[in-house]
């Protein structure tokens, strides 16, 4: 029994000694941490009346010298999934705002970490990059281009880094957009007071997405501070308020549900929801949803797409009682 005890006791040791570090002993942050001190990253701390947030968070701050629209993965000529979404690379891991299972938390492994988004300044290059996308011969109107809607939050750090302000002018003009194209933000922030600064007539071709769920299913998806368990992110009741702000600010609204997640009781969660939603008299023009998705159990991913045909008759039937 004692040297069983003793056994698992070395064991809890090695962990504790070993958590956190590769396997050449080096932390695991090693990589974050020599941006840092070789002076290519720096932290900020950005203060709650900034972003909105309850609290300050920090995020790193850098400038991005390539690929700063990126296109791989919005869809290609073989899926149903057209090849029309590019996104300005404003930002690059997980946002900050701590969904769980967020695709961004590992997506660059060591390189990003994941409670502190790296947020890129050189505003003038996606400025610039922008002007030549919108120019560029293979243009079609249905192109878009969205505002960190992959790898980042569209309004977030919009008081920090303003692109949507920066860019409304220039999707306005009809010389240097002569397509029409549109600007894509997503948001999960209430942060649509930044929309007001742009001009009425600067507002026609911006889209303001909002990425929203039922209150109960926005609690077990979204993130939380990890002291207090208070979620990250504001009530459903004030998002919604902020979307009616940007719809009466004579912006387009569209929402994004996803991921749909069907715990007891979801039916009447969602009906609620869309009630809610026509009561304040919000029309969204677009309704995109999104199963819950599981790059590992790819089994069960299978099994939601299935799942979802139903759900998505149910919300049909819903949005049209409520139409
Ligand atoms: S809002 Fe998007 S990018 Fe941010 S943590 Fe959630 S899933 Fe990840």
């Not at 997506?107 to 922008?130: G, Q």
Request: charged share 25%; net charge neutral.
């Amino acid at each position: 029994m004692i040297e069983l005890a003793n056994a698992s006791q070395k064991r809890a040791e090695v962990n504790v000694r070993q958590i956190g570090r590769t396997a050449e002993g080096r932390t695991i942050d090693w990589y974050t941490i020599e941006q840092v001190q070789n002076g290519a990253w720096r932290e900020e701390e950005i203060a709650q009346d900034i972003s909105g947030l309850s609290r300050p968070i920090t995020v790193y701050r850098s400038s991005r010298k390539t690929n700063l629209i990126v296109y791989d993965w919005h869809g290609d000529k073989q899926t149903f999934c057209p090849p029309m979404w590019w996104d300005l690379a404003i930002g690059s891991g997980a946002c900050g705002l701590g969904c769980r299972a967020c695709f961004l938390m590992l997506t660059h492994r060591i390189k990003r970490d994941p409670s502190r988004h790296l947020l890129y300044d050189n505003l003038d290059d996606f400025l610039h990059v922008s002007e030549k996308w919108l120019l560029h011969p293979s243009r079609r109107r249905q192109h878009t281009l969205g505002v960190g809607i992959d790898r980042s939050d569209s309004l977030l750090y919009e008081g920090v880094v303003p692109h949507v302000r920066n860019l409304a002018p220039l999707f306005s003009d009809s010389i240097r957009n002569p397509n029409g194209n549109k600007l894509i933000l997503l948001t999960k922030t209430a942060n649509t007071h930044f929309l007001a600064d742009i001009l009425p007539t600067h507002r026609a071709k911006i889209v303001a997405s909002f990425s929203l769920n039922p209150e109960s299913i926005a609690d077990l998806w979204e993130g939380k501070w990890p002291d207090t368990g208070e979620r990250i992110t504001h009530p459903i009741s004030q998002r919604l308020e902020a979307v009616k702000y940007a719809q009466d600010l004579g912006f387009e609204a569209r929402v994004r549900v996803d991921p749909i997640l069907t715990p007891e009781n979801w039916e009447e969660q969602y009906a609620s929801f869309i009630a809610d939603v026509k009561n304040i008299g919000i029309n969204f023009r677009y309704w995109t949803l999104g199963t819950y998705r599981d790059s590992v159990e790819y089994g069960s991913m299978l099994f939601i797409s299935a799942f979802c045909c139903s759900w998505i008759s149910f919300v049909t039937r819903k949005l049209e009682e409520y139409r």
